[in-house]
């Protein structure tokens, strides 16, 4: 059978991540000569120009940025521009690890993704860097098999039905599409619906999970996708509100503290300073409050949980 004739959508998303890959190991600049000559053959000069602008803005927004650095030769030069591209160096967990590598794992089993060979090398390279716990995540050695069938059902797209026990240490057993994951103050946190045997989606039945609390797992033959909407960064939440919600929380929110309160997705009650939110854990919302500054006025036992923790870190403070 015949390969599957690429769209100009993939053709272009082709180029987009060769030139992203050409430019980080490029040594020196690179000539606008040698760019059109390499990935635009057949456009003419002008053609050439308009296409690799487009191609710059698109980089851009991955996060490259090409800058001109003069020329040669009569044409111009490129270069990554590195103090806006690149990142400061930073730690990465065994958990974001974990998380990252859920994120791609789709990827190098996609049909026609031209790039699966180079992305499974990058990834064993960054493992590298990691410990044994977090080389496992790529090897497989240690994994649990909630991870393996976690992995297997983000990558071949089949829900998987797990045993999942709550804040309250209430266990149920549900059938889940993972959608995504994201890590979070060292924890693995999955999101997805809830799907019927015969493959019907739950309605508003996304939820997020944190994934230690799955006690046991195991892949279904029930397909799924995940919507083209679908946005992981819209279920990032704090802590408190992992998992099915136990009450409605109160909070006064000083003014320095407001604009990071708003991010977990709650609303500010007055337009000011008063918090409302969803919370399925007293305890991890009491730390929260505490490490933003917040004060919860509701409900009592919110407080009492607050007042503890504040209590217990003077007495070992």
Known sequence: MGSKEMTKDDEKVERIASLAAYFMQARSAVSSEAIHTRFYPS???????????????????????????????????????????????TALSPTDAFAFALACQPLLHTEGFPLSTDLDFALKKIYNYFDSEAASFASGHKDSREERVLRTSM??????????????GQVSTRVVAPYGTFSFRERLYVVGPQVERDGTVVLDSVRTYRFERILKAKLTSIAFEVPRDFNISDHRKPPFQMGEPVCEGRFDVPEAARAEVLKAGA?????????????????????WAISVGARPTAPEELV??????????VRNG
């Not at 829900?159 to 309250?168: G, L, N, R």
């Not at 500010?268 to 919302?285: I, K, M």
């Open 155 to 168: 990558a071949s797209g089949k829900a998987f039905e797990m045993e999942y026990e709550d804040a309250k």
């Open 267 to 287: 609303r500010l009650a007055d337009g000011q300073g008063e918090l409302v939110a969803a919370v399925s854990s007293l305890e991890d919302a009491a730390a």
């Open 43 to 89: 456009l003419s000069g002008d053609s050439f120009n308009k296409a690799f602008s487009r191609d710059r803005a698109d980089l851009a927004i991955c996060g490259l940025v090409l800058k001109k650095c003069g020329s040669g030769d009569s044409h111009a030069l490129w270069k990554v521009d590195e103090e806006t591209s690149y990142a400061d160096s």
């Open 304 to 313: 009492t949980a607050w007042r503890k923790q504040l209590e217990g870190a």
